[in-house]
């Protein structure tokens, strides 16, 4: 059992290509950066928070405070993947480091009730909670075309909003819905 492990392992390392489900399409990138605009606070930030496989973590913190929820000025840590899917999002739809609009990005537990009571589609139990979710949208992108190449990343919950015109994506299981659409928009998922 051990031989059959190091034989795996030597094999894996001849290769020389790391394999894992959180590399990016295109493995030989370096510097994994994110251009977000906030659509609540008009703050803009263009920050290399990757390099390699090693995050920065002046620039998590950056993105932390830039995604805060901005009812209450609260900031918690986000789940580093969700930048990873953000960034793998814009080079799937071939817009690499286009600019995202930011929807919605971390909700105190007191906003996310307040956002349940006023509107609907909101989760009570809702990962923005955990800054495990973000709510997003590209200008210039298709939003249905967006939501295909975030399903296709297979790589955590998709949700399609058509009638405000986002789609959120998190970290947590492979999962997907569509807000209020159209039977002819979830036939066939
Ligand atoms: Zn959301």
Known sequence: MGALLLIASSSAHAQSRPVSPQEPPSPER????LLLYNTHTAERIDIVYRRGDQYISGALAKLDFFLRD???GDVRHFDPRLYDILSDLTFSIGHPDGEI???CGYRTPSTNESLRAHTTGVARNSLHIQAEAIDLRMPGVDTFKLRQAALALRRGGVGYYPHSDFIHVDTGRVRQWCFDCPASLT???
Do not use: N
């Open 30 to 33: 370096q510097d994994h950066r």
């Open 70 to 72: 901005h009812r209450t």
């Open 101 to 103: 609009d930011i929807v």
């Open 187 to 189: 036939t066939g998922d």
